[in-house]
């Protein structure tokens, strides 16, 4: 079943036709996932979708099977009518909707060998790719999510509050416990309750590598209860939604400087979550919450939240303003309006004191923000 509205469909055709486009080109494989395929037809992976400017739809998909019981399109296209090439179902597709003349884009991360094939096969037609073409209007529907997609985000994020609920329990009863006996848990447990799996890799870090940003190994077999700043960072895919949070782990008494970290963390996060309402900027509240850290000496070398939803990293993201003139060319505003779901997650890194970072789910309301998840630090002797 696709999720994109009637409302926001027509958006993104309004979009093509303004810029006189005939038709977009849109591929989900495994070396590049984009899950506009999924929004705008219901079809969840392996698959290119043509979306012409009349609002038909043809897909190719790897799967015929899948695509039969959810895509919602006009036309599914068998590769082994085409000796297995997608090219060549793509090109029938083209020839046989618009001939041999018209303007086809494609989104940036389309593979280059492809448009190189589709641009020999229509010498005739003109292929644009742009950073503010459909990607950007697909980028702007998906931004605000529908009632229907927060009831699903709500029942993700109320199961990932159970698995948070776990974690203090089963760190006290395992002592001496493994990075990576906290993660095995947590994404069992999450399958348990009906959770599709783990939404990313869980990043379990104790106080020698929570200084990393993202680690490597992403949960290793040191001891993560040592004394001093450990982390968990987890989520689940919930009905097709990510949630995403992470969990300050303190063990032992910190030292001042630890605990300064620790104090400057929750502060940046309250700073940030006070300033969450429709009409606000959200790199006013990423160079507010950010600019607070620095002012205290410290680093986040990240941005300060991003959206989630069909992906784990979904727009909108919040981000201070970039000064590179290059992309600044580009670059618009995001104002936060009702519908708007993200995280917050100010972080601090240090190479010899540990890491630190409180990390929620969140969604703009009518008249502030609704905190989804509750994930805060946890302590322990």
Known sequence: MKI???????AILADLKSRQIDV??????????????RYLCGHPSDA?????ADGSMTLIPWDQ???KLMAEVDQVLDILNFDRSYKAALVSA????????????VLPDERHFLVMQLHESFPKAKIVCRPDGVSDALINVRMVKTKAEIDILREGAKVTNQIINLIKPFVDSHRGLKEVDLAIYLETE?????AEGPSFETLTANCTRSGMIHQVPSSSDAQLDLPGLALIDYGLWWKGYATDVTTPLIFGKLSPDQQKILDVNRKAYDIAIEMIKPGVAAHEIAEASIGYIESQGLIMPYSLGHGIGLEVHDPPRLAKKPTDPEVLKYWKPVILVPGMVFTVEPGISHPELGGCRIENDVVVTETGVEILTDSKPLFFA
């Not at 290119?48 to 012409?52: K, R, S, T």
């Not at 083209?94 to 884009?105: N, P, R």
């Open 24 to 37: 977009a080109l849109i591929s989900d494989f495994e070396n590049s996932r984009n899950k506009n395929i």
């Open 65 to 67: 099977v899948m695509a």
């Open 48 to 52: 290119h979708l043509l979306l012409f």
């Open 94 to 105: 083209l020839k046989q909707k618009l001939g041999e003349s018209f303007t086809l884009e």
């Open 190 to 194: 999450m399958k348990k309750r009906g």
């Open 4 to 10: 994109a509205t009637k409302e926001k469909f027509s």
